[in-house]
């Protein structure tokens, strides 16, 4: 199992498991499907995964609009099954991280029943964000907050004769009301919760929305449709919350992992939250929503850095997740959005796994990339993401489902292997073209590049620990040395979109494959260059 000392630089799979493998032909992935993959992750090496959130749940954000945090959704298996896939992965030496949703439950939640059905001033009001609306019935809602998936951020409870409207507050979808962190009780589920999963073995918790919980007090008016959230997100009092956190995850052997999902309005205001007394690590989301340019990459790496060192706490790498467009298509368009030539797609692709991999700190991977998935085109009448169906009419955004396809796995097989049953989204028809078993017995394909990259990293401790300087994006190549004991490393990656001088030193790994021979550095390669004295 992942030690305390192996977070400093574990690769971290991602498992969105509603995509990943049905094991029992309903369409949608499941326990059973994701056991029968452990051997796969295994051979992958990577040293944790992260399960977004495997609790009951009516599914209406996919399991971030949770009815009850001590057992499994149905859908998934039951809690037996999750317990059992839990020593599986310890056997193989991965540590498993759960997703924890502090910020709001479901509103089949029996709490938020009560508060709904209990009628006016029932005490299970207070464990929700419950006003009274504006105007003479209350029909208006009480201040002008907007949702992050669109549309208001608050929605009517039943009409009462005679009562003003009652209102209740939900930063994402309706089904998804905010609890009150004002309420002790509140508090002391959740540290409740923590225990149980703990005990079952679990190694600890990514945090879904870690800035939420507390709102400014008295809700005051902002214009959170003009991008001014400092009242919805972010307040002081959260801190002692992560702080209670941190002394229940101290008393299990090894210490339990917390990462946080935080957006702030800057790093200073990030770094309030990661350090000995709080959470071990955030997500750094400017890396991945940083496009293809060396000087960018650069300032990123510098600024990860420094607050690795601010926090004391390695840094946290990561391109994709189930909330963002998938990176190779990110990364294969010019800057007008058009797509870019294939071959350089894939040499970008692969530098920048590469450079991650030769930072320091941790890796978060998210299912699919290791396979080079693009983003799926999905069809408007096949939309899940309660994301699309809040945007306003005039919105292009189209919501988080491209991200979500499933996974091919046998490229024989119906639904690429994926499930015998209609898979929850649909998958494009070349989707099998990506599948796994096509990439196994490929030595040039992504999959396989991917486990010689993980695998240089174990072996190779001035990948994952080790030292960075001279750090430089001179001319579109991006260039830092890595040190560690007796080995120097160069590592250069050519942003251009023309070929570059190689720099000196001897090449200890190049990502362009076929270019072995090339003595130019070319257009998206990277270059690991093992630096002698005097060089
Ligand atoms: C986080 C999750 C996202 C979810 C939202 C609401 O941003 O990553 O998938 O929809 O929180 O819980």
């Not at 192996?6 to 499907?33: E, M, P």
């Not at 293809?292 to 607050?307: C, D, H, M, Y």
Request: with cysteine; hydrophobic share 35%.
């Amino acid at each position: 199992m992942t030690s305390e000392g192996h977070w400093h630089s574990a690769v971290v799979y991602q498992v969105y498991w509603r995509s990943f493998k049905d094991g029992n032909g309903d369409g949608i992935g499941d326990l059973k499907g994701l056991r029968s993959k452990i051997g796969y992750l295994s051979s992958l090496g990577v040293d944790a995964i992260w399960l977004n959130p495997t609790y009951p749940s009516p599914q209406g954000d996919h399991g971030y609009d949770v009815s009850n945090y001590f057992d499994v959704d149905p859908l998934f298996g039951t809690l037996e099954e999750l317990e059992q896939a839990i020593d599986e992965f310890h056997d193989h030496g991965m540590a498993v991280l759960l997703d924890i949703v502090p910020n709001h439950v479901s509103s089949q939640h029996p709490w938020f029943i009560s508060a709904k059905e209990g009628g006016h001033g029932h005490e299970a009001e207070s464990r929700f964000i419950i006003r009274q609306g504006k105007g003479d019935s209350g029909g208006i809602p009480p201040n002008d907050w907007k949702s992050v998936f669109g549309g208001p951020a608050w929605s009517k409870f039943p009409t009462e004769a005679g009562r003003p409207q009652r209102w209740y507050l939900h930063m994402f979808d309706e089904c998804q009301p905010d609890l009150n962190w004002e309420n002790p009780d509140v508090h002391e589920r959740f540290e409740k919760i923590l225990e149980h999963w703990y005990e079952l073995g679990v190694d600890g918790f990514r945090i879904d929305v870690a800035h939420g919980l507390y709102k400014a007090p008295g809700l005051p008016q902002i214009e959170t449709f003009a991008g001014n959230w400092s009242a919805c997100w972010d307040q002081p009092e959260v801190h002692e919350v992560y702080r209670r956190w941190r002394k229940i995850s101290n008393n299990y052997d090894p210490r339990r992992f917390l990462i946080g999902e935080i957006h702030t309005s800057s790093r200073e205001r990030l770094l309030e939250y990661v350090g000995e007394d709080q959470l071990d690590a955030a997500f750094d989301f400017s890396f991945l929503h940083q496009p293809w340019s060396a000087e960018g990459f650069v300032e990123r790496i510098i600024e990860n850095l420094q607050f690795a060192d601010e926090t004391n706490s390695p840094p946290v790498w990561t391109l994709s997740n189930h909330d963002e467009t998938r990176h190779w298509s990110r990364y294969g368009t010019d800057p007008e959005g058009k797509p870019i030539d294939f071959v350089e797609t894939s040499t970008r692709y692969r530098s920048l796994i590469s450079l991650m991999l030769a930072l320091p700190g941790r890796i978060f991977l998210f299912n699919g990339e290791e396979l080079g998935l693009p983003q799926a085109e999905v069809p408007d009448e096949s939309r899940q993401d309660p994301a699309f169906f809040r945007q306003p009419p005039e919105s292009d955004y189209k919501g988080r489902d491209g991200c979500r396809v499933p996974i091919p796995w046998e490229k024989e097989e119906e639904n690429a292997g994926f499930s015998t049953g209609e898979p929850w989204l649909p998958m494009p028809r070349n989707w099998h073209l990506y599948s796994v078993d096509a990439q196994d017995e490929d030595s040039g394909s992504m999959l396989n590049y991917y486990r010689d990259q993980i695998r240089m990293r174990k072996s190779h401790e001035w990948m994952g620990l080790g030292q960075v300087s001279q750090l430089s994006s001179d001319d579109g190549l991006l260039s830092f040395v890595k040190s560690r004991g007796q080995d120097k490393v160069m590592v250069a990656l050519n942003f251009n979109g023309i070929p570059m001088q190689m720099p000196r030193g001897e090449i200890l790994f190049r990502s362009g494959a076929c270019f072995s021979e090339d003595p130019q550095l070319e257009p998206g390669e990277i270059v690991f260059l093992l630096l002698h004295e005097g060089v």
